[in-house]
């Protein structure tokens, strides 16, 4: 509905060439580039330049005039995470102009700023909703070398520095730089504020000139007599680059190649840069070298592309920050396993760059080449084809009867001349490609697939039905090979700058240089330890220190990140040397390692309350400053490890629920976010009249409703499901009985959906509400790019009040087997066997403190991107990680509304029971009120059991009233066991 809209409006502006007015207020803000750029065809494109200082500012929220900063003095604007800032300026001649922004980065939180651009008010199209200004990072330092004779990469850390951006299309799909319109007399240029502070220096509005050809710059070479340097040649290391747009571009390892430059057979080296880390459009890395003498010289670079086949990888070339001429502006890298020696050039002939002495930048970015039209309309297409699945299931049901006549064709009019203009756009799209690889299947095959599918269904749509799941899976297997079509992946060993007399290397391994590396490769594989952390060598390791043992059971790129922080920082600090461990399979090798003695003094993530039962955890409440430190996290975070008066780890990560939304497909249905259960139950008929559903399942994924499900409707109306000290479960309370009935009615009565892939779903449109973890963020925007801005997530539905609030109590737990499987936390312990307990608390402190957490946090996703957003449990370490203002306060607010699941004795068999009394009563249908009684009983019956093995009371007459205190103490919104009945007819229990 919204591109039939946007093509409706810009027909109706295009036919009736409508006063600039009037195309400003009706088609602003709701346009493609492609769109908007086309209904300003053939306007004037006025030579004429205006810098507006940033300082000049006619407008702002959160704004501040700045005189100096970074070694330049001037005007500036300095800008906050939120706000806007607003200039004015009067115009000459109207007409198209490029935008170009001095700026500078501001201390935030590691990420690039991003601002939304208004001009006159309104958003000219919808590509600068998100205009990025990138941070410069850089090596905090040289490579590190650990005991083991292996280079470690340093840290990544940001350059801050001024920089020139013209404002282009960030995800490459727009090859040339915006030109905006701007209509003659005063006009206002807004930047509203979307991510991250900055520093804006001015703004400048001009004509760009076009970039030269090679063909021209010769000329001009032979009219300024500019003739080649003689006996140059500079290597400039891959790995040494100066500059880098991103923290996930730092140097790494290749140790299968003999030629590479550092080199060995056994140790890492840290001897090239990029590969699949840099391969995103925009990305960008440079390298500083100097040259002798002012002359022409070439430049060749020794890189591989391994990982597309079939494909080039694109990379447009800066020479100080300028493209020397048009044919460096793509420059193809093509597929091979092995390197290659690639000469800047056309065929044999290298081209010549006009260097003059003294030091200069190179810099190689990102882009999509010359596929990125296609590439672009592919991506168009599948948001056409999820529309046309969303219109067919609405009609259809995501599971049709094939049987019958739906008559899809009568009605969505459109529907069968929307499949063939498809079909024929991907058949030009598949040409294209065919003639771009040479190829006719393999990367290629399933645009095929898809044309052949769209062919069958435009023929017959009496057919459709009976082929939606292949349609379905067909769009998602679209959305990955646009994925990996934009992919530009290139490692670089080295890069060559030199005159044109000079030889270059050999890029391949002669064969007795190969198989020379096989034999010493396989004779170190039995005598180098590859998954030891070892540790950095430096001058002070003479020096005798206590030393505490730590398991991670991470990834290695984690326990690496953590090695680095603790030789960094904490040993220093403290004088404690850690002897750091990579343990797989943390849970299965810890209890062999208590009993024979060789546990370490802390194991980080592996907090289980099976083992805190036993004996085998130490108390943390014992360490006179825990009170203290304890305030860094949420009650509810402490709650899966405490048990009476102990507790057994400090929370390390922490996660839980809120729900997603796709905000077009509510738009589109005149449906509003829901704040309430009351709001959920109007909306469902809404939904499924529309063949659509709402998730509610584990909390976690697409699991099965389980226990926590259970907890979130108990927990907002403050009743608990264990009865003090976790003696007994709560399911004989009347309040908790119809609870759980209320729930089971969403599945019995309202068919909501009992298993699905989130993912899928929500980005095909079936769940355009669902409410899971929020580590559902990182996913999505991986894995559906093409839905950025039509989602977005929010505070879970809530239970009314009698006041009139909105409770919205959300659990969280942690996994382990006297706990509900699920969302939340993860801890970090100290052993009791340890007999360094006091240094191991100070590890615990260290690891946990604010700006531990941050670095850590920070670190990791500057190793593997957003998709490793940490989850840390300090709240305030929270606030400094790259998450955007309004994704902040979300989650913040939820925060508040989290509560613990206590331990429970014997929990592993109360979660056993809870499954498969769900299972009863909505899948086989048995009794409600004699099935709650008869799992109720079974799992009660194995807590006493537990509790009589461990001599604790099994009957509530015989509890201590201390430990019942204690218990109502660790919840903040759970207060209660049983309603009255007039609470219950206010929930909506009974009638």
Known sequence: MKLR?????????????????????????????????????????????????????????????????????????????T???????????????????????????????????????????????????????????????????????????????????????????????????????????????????LLIGEVRLYHRKAVPTYAEVQERYQVAGLGPARGVFIKIQGEDAAYKSEPTLFGVHDQGDPTMEPYHPVEIRINSIGGYRWAQASQWISWKFT??????????????????????????????????????????????????????????????????????????EVVLGDLVDYIHQTKENLYKLTNIYRQIIMITSPNPDTLRSYRLEKQIPTLVDDLRDLSESFKEIRSHFEEYTGQTGGHNVILSTITFMLDRMADRPDR???????????IGALGEWISNTESQPLQVDYIIVASPDEALPQAVPTRRQAMRHELQA????????????????????????ETISVWIGLGRDQAQVLKQLIQELFTPQTGIAVHLQLINGMDSLLVPAILAGTAPDVAIGAA???????????????????????????????????????????????????????????????????????????I?????????????????????????TFLMFLYQMGVAVFKEDSIATNLDSRAVAFTFKKLTEFFTLYNMPLEYNIANRFRLGELPLVITDYGLYNTLNVFAPELRGRWGFTMVPGTVQPDGTINRAVP????????????????????????????????????????????????????????????????????????????????????????????????????????????????????????????????????????????????????????????????????????????????????
């Open 5 to 81: 809209h946007i093509m409706l409006v810009t027909i109706i502006c295009t036919l009736l060439a409508l006063n600039t007015a009037f195309l400003e207020s009706a088609c602003a803000g709701m346009l493609t580039y492609s769109e908007y750029h086309a209904l300003y065809a053939g306007k004037p494109e006025p030579e004429t330049e205006y810098i507006l200082p940033g300082g000049s500012f006619s407008a702002g929220q959160n704004v501040q005039l700045v005189t100096e900063y970074g070694g330049r003095a001037g005007s500036f604007a300095a800008t906050e995470e």
């Open 83 to 197: 706000g806007f800032v607003e200039w004015e300026v009067e115009i000459k001649e109207e007409g198209l102009y490029h935008i170009e922004v001095l700026y500078h980065p501001l201390p935030g939180k590691s990420i690039a700023a991003e601002r939304e651009l208004l001009i006159n008010g309104e958003r000219p199209f919808e590509e600068v909703e998100y205009v990025v200004f990138p941070r410069v990072w850089a090596d905090e330092g040289p490579v590190l070398v650990d005991k083991n004779g292996n280079q470690i990469r340093p840290r990544q850390i940001e350059a801050p520095q001024w920089q020139t951006v013209v404002l282009r299309d960030s995800l490459g799909y727009i090859v040339e730089p915006f030109q905006f319109y701007f209509k003659e007399g005063v006009n206002r240029i807004t930047l509203r504020s979307q991510a991250e502070p």
């Open 291 to 364: 040259v002798p003498e002012t002359g022409l010289y070439k430049i060749a670079i020794k890189g591989k592309q391994d990982q597309n086949r079939g494909f080039y990888s694109n990379r447009r070339l800066y020479i100080d920050g300028e493209v020397p001429f048009r044919e460096v502006d793509v420059i193809a890298f093509p597929y091979s396993t092995h390197y290659i020696m690639n000469t800047l050039g056309d065929g044999d002939t290298p081209y010549l760059f006009y260097l003059e002495e003294g030091e200069h930048e190179l810099k190689l």
């Open 464 to 474: 459709i039905p009976g082929i939606l799941n292949e349609f379905r899976d067909n």
């Open 522 to 545: 396989y004779i170190g594989s039995f005598t180098h330890d590859y998954t030891e952390i070892g540790d950095i060598a430096t001058d002070d390791d003479v020096v005798e220190r």
């Open 608 to 682: 289980n309350m099976d083992l805190a039962f036993r004996g085998a955890v130490a108390d943390l409440t014992q360490f006179p400053d825990f009170p203290d430190v304890a305030q860094r996290f949420s009650q509810s975070a402490f709650v899966p490890y405490r048990f009476r008066d102990a507790v057994y780890a400090l929370p390390e990560t922490q996660t839980f629920p809120v729900m997603f939304y796709r905000e077009d497909i509510l738009e589109e249905l005149g449906i509003e976010v829901p704040q309430t259960w009351e709001d959920v139950y109007e």
């Open 684 to 708: 469902i008929p809404i939904l499924q009249r529309n063949h659509m559903e709402f998730g509610l399942t584990g909390l976690t994924g697409g699991s099965m409703p389980n226990l926590n």
């Open 812 to 991: 969280i737990t942690a996994a382990s087997g006297t706990t509900p499987n699920a969302v939340g936390t993860t801890g970090t312990i100290i052993l009791e066997g340890s007999n360094k307990k006091e240094a191991a608390w100070e590890f615990l402190k260290w690891w946990t403190s604010k700006d531990i957490q941050v670095a850590f946090g920070r670190e990791l996703e500057s190793l593997m991107g957003s998709a490793a957003r940490y989850a840390s449990a300090n709240i305030e370490a929270v606030k400094e990680l790259p998450w955007r203002p309004h994704e902040l306060e979300t989650l913040l607010r939820q925060w508040q509304w989290t509560e613990g699941v206590p331990p429970v004795l014997g929990g592993y068999y109360v979660t056993r029971q809870f499954d498969w009394l769900f299972r009863a009563v909505v899948l086989d249908h048995k009794p409600l009120w004699e099935s709650i009684q008869d799992y109720d009983e079974a799992a009660n019956k194995e807590i006493e059991r537990k509790r009589m093995e461990f001599d604790y009371e099994t009957h509530l007459e015989d509890l201590d009233e201390r430990f019942k205190k204690l218990y109502w103490d660790q919840y903040t919104h759970v207060y209660r066991l049983e309603l009255s009945d007039d609470e219950m007819r206010f929930y909506g229990l009974i009638p």
